[in-house]
């Protein structure tokens, strides 16, 4: 039995376990085996473990001090299987990003000198930067806020996260292809899709496509996961992501369906009017729905709803100031892209929430002495 320090932090709609890079090298088992046991990945429903059984809630992060210039804290970013043993390494979260922020702030990997501190983190999967701006009252760490977000009623610290240069960080251009739309062929056909890589590569389709209109429950959504699960594949190899004989990803990329603004009922039936939000998506995470929007999902959709051409920008309904309104089935998500004065595609911001939880000692039950 190993035993392994960690702390689960809630970062907006997700739950994440954070590990210092040092404690999972210090038990001498690989990082895969490691988190495997400690969620009970093998059993859906990760009875004998730390994991929640959903894609939000099977996360974790392993943070260590970066040596990178300009850069605090590098994460590498794992999401862990659901009755299924494998850790997929490809991908970011946002939300766990908002978690490592409050992490870094209050295990001290970054000095508190004023009223706010910001986190420069580095995420080691796809290379992306980002910042966590956090308040820091009386130059103390805090607990505790009233921060809420879309998808909860819980209350959080307030976080600022931004997203430095989103645009190819994955594949090297915003629109992989080089083409704002492309067609896939799907099990009932081919389908119109646009790919993008900002934040996270994405694949994103028209809802009318499968006879939706962006605004559905997650049960109703549900439907056309099996269909988008396929085209997933497809436009991995599209973008370059992977090979012919390369095994599914289920978690990049991310895939979804966008339409324009309707009226619709949240997740916990609250009213959302046309005029309270500009664009309507509802993703995959995994193998389900996803109950609001990953963030880097968010910003992709972001990225593709200001490039002329997209089926994302076919549907928004464009502003003037770079604010961005999703209307996700938990509720109304707003985006910002804020320019850069270096040529580098904008920063988008998001206001997130988060709260630590717990710092635990897990007993891991995986055989000793493998190596790192």
Same mark, same amino acid.
């Given at each position: 039995?190993?035993?392994?320090?960690?702390?689960?932090?809630?970062?907006?709609?997700?739950?994440?376990?954070?590990?210092?890079?040092? $404690?999972?090298?210090?038990?001498?088992?690989?990082? $895969?085996?490691?988190?495997?046991?400690?969620?009970?990945?093998? $059993?859906?429903?990760?009875?004998?473990?730390?994991?929640?059984?959903?894609?939000?809630?099977?996360?974790?992060?392993?943070?260590?001090?970066?040596?990178?210039?300009?850069?605090?804290?590098?994460?590498?970013?794992?999401?862990?299987?659901?009755?299924?043993?494998?850790?997929?390494?490809?991908?970011?979260?946002?939300?766990? +990003?908002?978690?490592?922020?409050?992490?870094?702030?209050?295990?001290?990997?970054?000095?508190?000198?004023?009223?706010?501190?910001?986190?420069?983190? *580095?995420?080691?999967?796809?290379?992306?930067?980002?910042?966590?701006?956090?308040?820091?009252?009386?130059?103390?760490?805090? $607990?505790?806020?009233?921060?809420?977000?879309?998808?909860?009623?819980?209350?959080?610290?307030?976080?600022?996260?931004?997203?430095?240069?989103?645009?190819?960080?994955?594949?090297?251009?915003? *629109?992989?292809?080089?083409?704002?739309?492309?067609?896939?062929?799907?099990?009932?056909?081919?389908?119109?899709?646009s790919l993008v890589d900002a934040?996270?590569?994405?694949?994103?389709?028209d809802a009318k496509a499968f006879?939706?209109?962006?605004?559905?429950?997650?049960?109703?959504?549900?439907?056309?996961?099996?269909?988008?699960?396929?085209?997933?594949?497809?436009?991995?190899?599209?973008?370059?992501?992977?090979?012919?004989?390369?095994?599914?990803?289920? +978690?990049?990329?991310?895939?979804?369906?966008?339409?324009?603004?309707?009226?619709?009922?949240?997740?916990?039936?609250?009213?959302?009017?046309?005029?309270?939000?500009?664009?309507?998506?509802?993703m995959v995470s995994m193998h389900?729905?996803?109950?609001?929007?990953? *963030?880097?999902?968010?910003?992709?959709?972001?990225?593709?709803?200001?490039?002329?051409?997209?089926?994302?920008?076919?549907?928004?309904?464009?502003?003037?100031?770079?604010?961005?309104? *999703?209307?996700?089935?938990?509720?109304?998500?707003?985006?910002?892209?804020?320019?850069?004065?270096?040529?580098?595609?904008?920063?988008?911001?998001?206001?997130?929430?988060?709260?630590?939880?717990?710092?635990?000692?897990?007993?891991?039950?995986?055989?000793?002495?493998?190596?790192?």
């Amino acid at each position: 039995m190993l035993r392994l320090q960690g702390e689960m932090i809630r970062g907006g709609t997700s739950k994440c376990w954070i590990f210092d890079h040092h $404690d999972v090298v210090a038990t001498g088992v690989d990082a $895969d085996t490691l988190l495997l046991a400690a969620f009970n990945a093998a $059993d859906p429903r990760q009875i004998d473990g730390v994991g929640g059984a959903s894609s939000t809630t099977s996360k974790a992060a392993i943070v260590q001090l970066s040596e990178v210039a300009g850069v605090d804290v590098s994460y590498a970013f794992a999401q862990v299987g659901i009755g299924d043993e494998r850790v997929e390494w490809t991908s970011n979260c946002g939300n766990c +990003a908002t978690a490592v922020a409050l992490y870094a702030v209050h295990r001290g990997l970054v000095p508190i000198t004023s009223d706010t501190t910001t986190v420069r983190m *580095l995420n080691v999967n796809t290379g992306a930067r980002l910042t966590g701006t956090i308040p820091t009252p009386g130059l103390t760490a805090p $607990d505790e806020g009233t921060a809420v977000v879309p998808g909860t009623d819980a209350l959080g610290v307030p976080v600022l996260l931004g997203f430095q240069d989103p645009a190819g960080s994955t594949t090297g251009r915003a *629109l992989p292809t080089g083409r704002p739309l492309d067609t896939l062929t799907g099990p009932d056909g081919p389908v119109e899709a646009s790919l993008v890589d900002a934040g996270a590569p994405a694949a994103l389709f028209d809802a009318k496509a499968f006879g939706l209109d962006g605004s559905e429950s997650l049960a109703a959504f549900a439907t056309v996961v099996p269909a988008l699960t396929v085209l997933r594949r497809k436009a991995a190899l599209a973008m370059g992501l992977v090979r012919e004989d390369a095994p599914v990803s289920h +978690a990049v990329p991310k895939v979804g369906v966008v339409g324009g603004p309707v009226t619709y009922r949240t997740t916990h039936g609250h009213p959302v009017t046309q005029d309270q939000y500009d664009v309507a998506v509802r993703m995959v995470s995994m193998h389900a729905p996803h109950p609001a929007i990953g *963030l880097t999902s968010a910003v992709a959709l972001a990225t593709a709803a200001a490039t002329p051409g997209t089926l994302a920008h076919r549907v928004t309904r464009q502003t003037a100031d770079g604010t961005l309104r *999703l209307g996700t089935p938990a509720g109304v998500i707003t985006a910002r892209a804020v320019p850069t004065p270096d040529g580098a595609s904008p920063t988008v911001l998001l206001h997130r929430a988060a709260r630590r939880i717990a710092r635990a000692e897990l007993l891991v039950p995986v055989p000793e002495g493998r190596p790192v």
